[in-house]
């Protein structure tokens, strides 16, 4: 099997696409580093890989605007001469009762989330069929996305449909030998996750609702994305849980009323 050598990696200035980004370059590969906003972050990353060796191009796109989504595929696509990987990572998250969402809240999650990292895959999907390029594609999602967790509905809904359009994906680009498959990942230490890890009591309170008792880390994540990369030929379609055992507990996040007015 060829190993794949160029990858682009969305939403790599920080947390598991920074962790990522980091660990495939150790590894050989050729890193496109995609980011919105964080210049000075991805340029960090970018600085690290190249001070190790290795190669780094980034990108600059908002997901949300689908336009940037689609030509993020095609500058990555050519910029680099062809890809083999894509990890998409990007996304946004924040916790809202489920009374108190909003029509923009629920098209910001759709809009990022779910239509950029698709409208990216396909973008990407399509000139890796054009090539005869054997691919592979793993997106990060999320455990809400199969168990909806405390106002997080919207966000998991987002990425819910996101499950299921890489699986839509697996199953029509098998024929051209491109895997694709996601990851359902847990409670891991972001920035996004912040306020939870950096409040000790609320941590600890959090951590009892998981089996293993802590956060995981973005290198965590990195590194199961990179041996399945090594040794996953035959894997598509597929989820793959990566949540220290969190889906397996029935206690966690009980519910409580709706603040009265």
Same mark, same amino acid.
């Given at each position: 099997?060829?190993?794949? @050598?160029?990858?682009?990696? =969305?939403?790599?200035?920080?947390?598991?696409?920074?962790?990522?980004?980091?660990e495939?370059a150790?590894?050989?590969?050729e %890193?496109g580093l995609?980011?919105?906003?964080?210049? !000075?972050?991805?340029?960090?990353? #970018?600085?690290?890989?190249?001070?190790?060796?290795?190669?780094?191009?980034?990108f600059e796109? !908002?997901?949300?605007?689908?336009? #940037?989504a689609? #030509?993020?595929?095609? +500058?990555?696509?050519?910029?680099?001469?062809?890809?083999d990987?894509?990890?998409?990572?990007?996304?946004?998250?924040?916790?809202?009762?489920?009374? !108190?969402?909003?029509?923009?809240?629920? !098209?910001?999650?759709?809009?990022?989330?779910? @239509?950029? /990292?698709?409208?990216? &895959?396909?973008?990407?999907?399509?000139?890796?069929? #054009? =090539?005869?390029t054997?691919?592979? %594609?793993?997106?990060?999602?999320?455990?809400?996305?199969?168990?909806?967790?405390?106002?997080?509905? *919207?966000?998991?809904?987002?990425?819910?449909?996101? +499950? &299921?359009l890489?699986?839509?994906?697996?199953?029509?680009?098998?024929?051209?030998a491109?895997?694709?498959?996601?990851?359902?990942?847990?409670?891991i230490? &972001? &920035?996004?996750?912040?306020?939870?890890? +950096?409040?000790?009591?609320?941590?600890?309170?959090?951590?009892e609702?998981?089996?293993? @008792?802590?956060?995981?880390?973005?290198?965590?994540i *990195?590194?199961?994305?990179?041996?399945?990369?090594?040794?996953?030929?035959y894997?598509?379609?597929? /989820?793959?849980?990566?949540?220290?055992g969190?889906?397996?507990?029935?206690?966690?996040?009980k519910?409580?009323?709706?603040?009265?007015?």
């Open positions: 099997m060829r190993q794949p @050598k160029k990858t682009l990696v =969305t939403g790599a200035s920080r947390g598991i696409g920074k962790a990522t980004a980091l495939l150790r590894r050989g590969h %890193i995609h980011f919105h906003q964080q210049r !000075d972050e991805a340029e960090a990353v #970018q600085e690290i890989i190249v001070r190790e060796g290795g190669k780094c191009s980034l796109a !908002d997901l949300a605007d689908p336009v #940037q689609e #030509q993020l595929g095609t +500058e990555a696509w050519e910029i680099m001469n062809g890809l990987v894509l990890i998409n990572n990007a996304g946004v998250s924040y916790k809202k009762h489920v009374l !108190d969402i909003t029509p923009e809240d629920l !098209d910001l999650f759709y809009k990022i989330n779910t @239509k950029g /990292t698709f409208l990216l &895959t396909q973008t990407l999907a399509r000139k890796m069929v #054009q =090539t005869g054997e691919g592979s %594609i793993y997106t990060i999602t999320s455990v809400n996305a199969i168990r909806p967790g405390m106002g997080l509905s *919207a966000y998991g809904a987002s990425k819910s449909a996101l +499950e &299921t890489m699986q839509g994906l697996a199953l029509e680009l098998a024929p051209h491109i895997n694709v498959n996601t990851l359902a990942v847990g409670a230490r &972001t &920035t996004i996750n912040a306020t939870v890890w +950096e409040n000790p009591g609320l941590l600890a309170s959090v951590n609702g998981i089996p293993v @008792k802590r956060f995981g880390e973005p290198e965590e *990195a590194a199961v994305i990179a041996s399945l990369l090594e040794s996953g030929s894997m598509t379609g597929s /989820t793959i849980v990566i949540d220290g969190l889906l397996l507990m029935r206690g966690y996040g519910p409580g009323k709706y603040p009265s007015p």
